[in-house]
T-cell receptor, first 114, second 116 residues
Framework: DSGVTQTPKHLITATGQRVTLRCSPR?????VYWYQQSLDQGLQFLIQ???????AKGNILERFSAQQFPDLHSELNLSSLELGDSALYFC?????????????FGEGSWLTVV | QQQVKQSPQSLIVQKGGIPIINCAYE??????FPWYQQFPGKGPALLIA?????SEKKEGRFTISFNKSAKQFSLHIMDSQPGDSATYFC???????????????FGKGTHLIIQP
């Protein structure tokens, strides 16, 4: 158990809908990362938050947004969903923004768009 | 632009054999190279990591070999067991790695099967 908690574990929704994925980082970790995993693209970095502030953006679509709250939990909002958004979404956390620290992954949220 | 290239995509090895997974990178600013292991239904978990000032690191049956001049690194699994069957990801971290300010850029993964 990595200590990173993600909910829901599975989600099925229709095209055009909006969903919110939730992540609780490991106790004390300030950085939260969101990754998307699909069969053909592997693990794609979406966005990083550090202590409530957006720190870096990767391949995140404009239809997607995220935030990190004062208690450090984070939410990833996916809107106007398309079939191609079906994937496993991982949240990860690390203690600080200094490189060299291990990133710990949650078990992911499976999103199926039908 | 794929900053970390991983091969092979899949690998089948007999029990006791030594699977080798290779990764190549281009960005010389990378300074930390971890390998992650992912079992079905689970998130990736850190397996072993190396810094570029070291050419080899061993932890149990897992060894990373690092060639800084060639910008390549590889994972070797000694005396492989069926329980090692998983997907393995190499990764790299450094400024402007595309993985966040201090995040990781991952290879596309290798699906490893160890046959009994």
């Amino acid at each position: 158990d990595s200590g990173v908690t993600q909910t829901p574990k599975h989600l099925i929704t229709a095209t055009g809908q909006r969903v919110t994925l939730r992540c609780s980082p490991r106790s004390g970790d300030l950085s939260v990362y969101w990754y998307q995993q699909s069969l053909d693209q592997g693990l794609q970095f979406l966005i990083q938050y550090y202590n409530g502030e957006e720190r870096a953006k990767g391949n995140i679509l404009e239809r997607f947004s995220a935030q990190q709250f004062p208690d450090l939990h984070s939410e990833l909002n996916l809107s106007s969903l398309e079939l191609g958004d079906s994937a496993l979404y991982f949240c990860a956390s690390s203690p600080t923004g200094i490189f060299g620290n291990t990133i710990y992954f949650g078990e992911g949220s499976w999103l199926t768009v039908v | 632009q794929q900053q970390v290239k991983q091969s092979p995509q899949s690998l089948i090895v007999q029990k006791g054999g030594i699977p080798i997974i290779n990764c190549a990178y281009e960005n010389t600013a990378f300074d930390y190279f971890p390998w992650y292991q992912q079992f079905p239904g689970k998130g990736p978990a850190l397996l072993i990591a190396i810094r570029p000032d070291v050419s080899e690191k061993k932890e149990g049956r897992f060894t990373i070999s690092f060639n800084k001049s060639a910008k390549q690194f590889s994972l070797h699994i000694m005396d492989s067991q069926p329980g090692d069957s998983a997907t393995y990801f190499c990764a790299a971290r450094g400024a402007h790695s595309g993985g966040g300010a201090d995040g990781l850029t991952f290879g596309k993964g290798t699906h490893l099967i160890i046959q009994p």
